[in-house]
């Protein structure tokens, strides 16, 4: 089922909770002693950057993809830690990764660190507003690095009342010249719901092959049995330039598209348990600054996604953890199981 790993960071009593979760999400991912260890590390600086620089934070661990689809139905696995925060932010985010820079009397080797040990690692900032920083820590191997396929995929997600197990999930799987985007919202909340989300992540895994709306036919059957869930699946092919998207359920689906959000609709019903008989997918095309957005009703769906130039060239994780980030406060606190996942065109070398 998918576990993640919610750690709010107040005090520096939690630095021995951010080891933890990322000792338990390192093993859940299959990394070796020495990778484990550099996950431990990236945690333990953003944890101390969190307090340091922003008085506290949330840590989010997960298990997910590769942040580029590879072929084949069971990917390498990394962990995923992200640090949010509504703190003053960083005037200068590219002098911030420099090892040496510091702003608390302190080594200043803390985002330098995270950056050099990571297989990857992406930041966030906005004056006023707060930080993002994301890392991605795998077997760290050549051979395990995924290979450029034109696009990148990320997401973020966040149990429901602090959890153990969420009742959504997403992933990205890739077959040719064709990648998918899934995301998966278990009816209710717990382990009965993510039992019902991380079948349809399977499901998806032996249907990589398939268009959005033959896919959604097997994942009913896959979920028959469960609580089901509301689904959402979109397809890139990059050598066409088209994009495909067929939904069943309450999952959001937007796209931006010629300088404006769309939202893309979904039908009603439950994945596994009511459904149209037939399935028809909307095709839309796809290239130049084309961004894909699904998320579940943890989010309000009315709201329009942000437009903010540099949020939507930012690493697909990033941008769904600064959406997923401002979506609620304390005062405000999501009413269900929270995730965002994106698909955006990989960077061009030279831009």
Request: with cysteine.
């Amino acid at each position: 089922m998918a576990r993640v790993w919610d750690v709010p960071v107040h005090d520096s009593t939690r630095l021995r909770d951010a080891r933890l979760a990322v000792a338990e999400a390192a093993a859940a991912a299959g990394l070796d002693e020495a990778r484990t260890a550099a996950a431990a590390l990236v945690a333990t600086e953003l944890t101390t950057n969190l307090l340091k620089h922003a008085d506290g934070g949330r840590l989010l661990l997960d298990v997910v993809p590769p942040p580029a689809p590879v072929e084949g139905g069971d990917p390498t696995l990394y962990v995923q830690i992200a640090a949010l925060d509504h703190g003053p932010g960083i005037a200068d985010v590219p002098a911030a990764l420099d090892d040496g820079f510091t702003t608390a009397s302190s080594l200043g080797a803390g985002l330098g660190t995270c950056r050099r040990v990571a297989d990857a690692f992406a930041l966030h900032s906005e004056p006023g507003r707060g930080t993002v920083a994301v890392a991605h820590v795998g077997p760290g191997t050549r051979d395990s690095a995924p290979a450029d396929c034109g696009v990148r995929a990320g997401g973020v997600n966040l149990p429901y009342g602090g959890a153990e197990h969420s009742g959504d999930a997403w992933t990205c799987v890739r077959s040719g010249d064709r990648v998918t985007l899934m995301l998966a919202d278990g009816l209710g909340h717990g382990p009965q719901a993510a039992h019902a989300s991380t079948a349809a992540v399977e499901a998806l895994r032996r249907s990589a092959h398939l268009s959005p709306a033959e896919s959604l036919g097997r994942l009913d059957a896959a979920l028959r049995g469960t609580r089901g869930a509301a689904v959402a699946v979109a397809q890139v092919d990059t050598a066409g330039g088209t994009l495909r998207f067929a939904g069943l359920g309450n999952v959001s689906a937007w796209l931006w598209e010629d300088g404006a959000w769309h939202c893309l609709l979904s039908r009603p019903g439950i994945v596994g348990v009511h459904r149209p008989r037939t399935f028809t997918d909307q095709s839309r095309r796809w290239g130049g600054d084309r961004v894909l957005l699904l998320h579940s009703d943890g989010l309000p769906g009315r709201r329009t996604p942000p437009s903010a130039p540099d949020l939507l060239s930012a690493d697909p994780a990033v941008m769904a953890s600064v959406i997923l980030r401002d979506s609620g406060s304390a005062a405000r606190p999501p009413r269900d199981d929270t995730t965002v996942a994106v698909l955006s065109p990989a960077p061009q070398e030279g831009r």
